[in-house]
Structure formats: C-alpha cells, structure tokens
C-alpha cells in the first residue's frame, strides 16, 4: 500500500514524497481514509510509529476548502507539552507546503504579541497547549465556536495528568457537530472511558496492544544501589557504544545535578527540563540535533513526541513513577524502523517501579549481563603488559599511566652512570611497585573487584552492577 491510496491529494502527495515517504505505516493506513470520511477516532499505537502524520495530513486535505474568520480557529489540535506543539507545527510546514492554509502555535514561555496577531488574521488550524488557550480564552482574545475538527493528542497523559478540567470546559466551547480526535501510545480503560464522552461514535483503531514497547527497542534493566547510578551510568555511555543518548531523570534537580556531573567528566550533554524558558529549551534541543552535544538530560517534559533521528541510547536513570511515561521514554529511540537499546537503573526503592512497568507492558525486561556487554576487549598492551590483559575501566586510567612511567624510570636508573644521584634512588626503588600497588587501590571505584579473574571468565571492564541481582 501507498500514501496514493488513502485518498490524499496530488499536492499532499507530492509533499509526503519530497519529504522521503513512500508508504504509510499501520495507524497511517488505517486512521487517514477514516478521518477523510469525517469520522471521530481513538487511534492508538506504539510510539514512533507516525501518530502524528496520521492526523496532520488528512487535516490538510480537509482543511483546504473553507474561510478563515478573525480571532476563529477553523481547527484545533491540543498537546501536552510545548515542545510537541512545536513538533506538530513542524509537520504542518513540511506536508502542507502545496497548500493555502494558515496556521497558528500557542504555548506558554513566549510573548504573545506574535500570537495574537496571527489570530486576529484568521487561521485555519490552531496547535495550542490547554494553559495559554485558557490564558487567551479568558482574555477573550479567541473564539471556540468556529472550530470544526479537534485533535487531543498524547490523550491519556492529557486527560490523567490533570487538564480534565480544561479538556471539558474546550469541548464546552466548541459546536456539537464537529469531528474528534484522540490519539496516543496507551490508552488505559478508566481514560478511554472517559475520552468517549468527548466523541461521537468512534471509531477505535489500535494497530498494537496498549502500552506495548517497540520491537526495534532492545531494553534492559540494571540493579544498581542507589550509590552507584552515576558510576554505572558513565560506564554505560563509555562503553555501550553510544552515539547519541537521551538520559530521563524524575526530578528537575536531578537533571541538572546530572547534567553538570557529565560535563564535568568529559561528556558533551546539555539538558531540559520544565523549569528551563522556552528559547532555551528550543536552543537546546536544536544544539542535541545538530550534534554538538550528543547526551541530553531530561525530565518527562521531554518524553512524549520528540522525534529526533538517530537517537541510539535512551537511559532511564530513575525508574519512572507512572507506568506509561516508560513506554514514551523509550520510544524516543528506535523510530522508523532504526534499532536502538535502553537501559533503565533499578535501584532496590524502584522494585514496586519497575514491577508496575512490565505489568503494564506484560513483558518482564531482561537483566542486563555479561552477555549483553558491547565493549572491545583491548590488544596485549605494548610496555610489558600481560598478553591478554583488558583495558582499564575509566577509574583505573591515571593508575594505570603512571606505572609505566616508574618503569621507564627505572630503566633509566640502570643505565645512567651518574654515581651519586641515582645510587641515592636506587635503594628506593624495590618500594615503588608497592607504592604504585597503593596507589592503584586507591584509585579503583569502590565496586570493583580486585580478585584475578579466573580463566574464561570475562576480562573486560567489569562495573560492579554486573554482580548485583534482583532479590527474590
């Protein structure tokens, strides 16, 4: 099957093919004819899997008969987050590029000179986040009344996360006989009872399982102890072969603290979060796409409907506290079809955290193992090392560089002919591999196990997370 036919437009579908789509995913299939036949739709899918074009672009086609009125949005499409409101706009711009439609973003975190402007101009589709859309509707700087089509996209984390209130008092506003929307990753029972109020007659098209993770997505759990996170988490960036890695923490504080601690062990990360204004955030996630930094530390602000290429790695350093938010973490890696891995950090207060996740999911995640590890053993070292001996962990770096240098030194000793100077050192010297020996100790992480490992075991770098198990 091909986008030519769903029933789009020639100039629709031109658009979808300058932009590299050829054929449209399952939600795409079965989601566009019913919405170009007017009908209200609960559309869920996995994440990743093209949610958004499977209402933007026949909204294109609807939207493209028809007058736009001052201060009436024609249609409006409600999201959660800025940034998804963002995203969406951006879609609106790439495959409605043929046509004559006028478009409007209203989010918090900017002024609303430019806003108001567009409005009072007449726009056709009006992609808003229910605070600033209140702020404006009770200024009564919009009107509700005009608007054809709604889209509540992301429903459930809309309607579970507090914007109920706000949800009912839109719709309130809106005329009866329009065409609704919902759409989103999962859908609990208790929400999409509830999202029914809002439509009439939907038509429900799930093309997986609520809540179900991507199959691209390789995902693992480690138990740590809380103490550990940060080592593991470094060792995991080091040598998991990571090219670009999104990091989800619960608490804003956390985001930055984590933030600051990466860049100051060598890392290029950048973070966002909602205490961050909107330019920034913008500036942020522009500098992560562009690739001059290549770890982004984030809250959940960040989790639903980013999509950003090529990201390898998503890692969970606190377990989440809603169930759902894991399914939208994860999904930022492994889209369209590209592999990726995610880790999440279980230390023993995540235990119920984590249980509640693979309830959720009705899949237990895998423990991460020695098998699972991707890093390259290291060659025979060159100065006098033991054939077979691996490369040092991050920690034992400094350790392992000075040890060379003593014995560099001591060769130097036996062949100066020098008597005073180096007959003083030479006594000194048996004790140098002990003080060396001390202070490799000393430099080793905690958790690390300093017993020779035994023949066939592994011998690359071994973080201490790869002893501890789950209790039970």
């Not at 091909?2 to 079965?30: C, K, M, N, R, W």
């Not at 989103?184 to 809540?211: G, Q, V």
Request: net charge neutral; aromatic share 6%.
């Amino acid at each position: 099957m091909t986008f030519a036919d769903l029933g789009l437009s020639p100039e629709l579908l031109s658009a979808v093919e300058d932009a590299g789509y050829t054929e449209p995913t399952a939600i795409q299939a079965q989601a566009i004819p019913a919405v170009l036949m007017m009908r209200d739709i609960i559309g869920i899918a996995q994440t990743g899997t093209g949610k958004t074009a499977s209402f933007v672009l026949p909204m294109i086609d609807v939207m493209a008969s028809g007058r736009r009125r001052a201060l009436m949005p024609r249609s409006l499409i409600l999201e959660p987050t800025r940034e998804l409101a963002a995203q969406v706009a951006e879609n609106f711009e790439k495959y409605g590029k043929n046509h004559d439609l006028k478009m409007a973003l209203l989010i918090g975190g900017v002024q609303m000179g430019d806003q108001l402007k567009t409005l009072d101009e007449g726009v056709d589709v009006l992609i808003a986040t229910p605070g600033r859309l209140m702020d404006l509707f009770e200024r009564g700087k919009i009107l509700l009344n005009g608007c054809e089509l709604l889209v509540i996209d992301e429903a459930d984390r809309m309607l579970d996360m507090g914007f109920i209130p706000d949800i009912e008092f839109i719709c309130s506003k809106l005329p009866e006989t329009r065409q609704t929307m919902l759409f989103s990753a999962t859908m609990p029972p208790p929400i999409a009872k509830l999202a029914k109020t809002f439509l009439n007659n939907p038509k429900r098209i799930e093309t997986e399982r609520a809540a179900t993770t991507n199959k691209d997505i390789t995902a693992f759990k480690v138990p740590v102890k809380s103490r550990q996170k940060r080592d593991t988490l470094e060792w995991l960036l080091a040598n998991d072969q990571v090219e670009t890695a999104i990091i989800f923490a619960n608490r804003k504080t956390t985001v930055r603290d984590l933030n600051k601690h990466l860049q100051k062990r060598g890392f290029k990360s950048g973070e966002i979060h909602g205490d961050i204004d909107q330019a920034s955030r913008v500036q942020e996630l522009d500098r992560f796409k562009a690739g001059e930094v290549n770890i982004l530390v984030a809250s959940d602000v960040a989790a639903r409907g980013l999509d950003i290429k090529g990201v390898s790695h998503v890692f969970n350093y606190d377990t989440p506290w809603h169930p759902d938010d894991y399914v939208h973490r994860i999904g930022r890696t492994g889209r369209a079809g590209a592999k990726g891995r995610a880790f999440t950090l279980v230390a023993d207060e995540d235990a119920e955290a984590i249980s509640n996740v693979e309830k959720l999911t009705g899949a237990k995640i895998k423990v991460f193992g020695k098998e699972d590890v991707r890093v390259e053993l290291a060659v025979p070292a060159k100065s006098g090392a033991k054939s077979g001996e691996a490369e040092p962990a991050s920690g034992d770096t400094a350790t392992e560089e000075k040890k060379p240098r003593s014995r560099s030194r001591k060769r130097d000793e036996d062949a100066d002919v020098s008597p005073k100077p180096r007959r003083e050192r030479g006594p000194r010297a048996p004790n140098k591999p002990e003080r060396s020996s001390e202070r490799k100790g000393r430099g080793r992480c905690r958790d690390q196990d300093d017993k020779p490992v035994p023949a066939g075991e592994w011998n690359g770098p071994k973080p201490g997370f790869l002893d501890i198990g789950f209790k039970g």
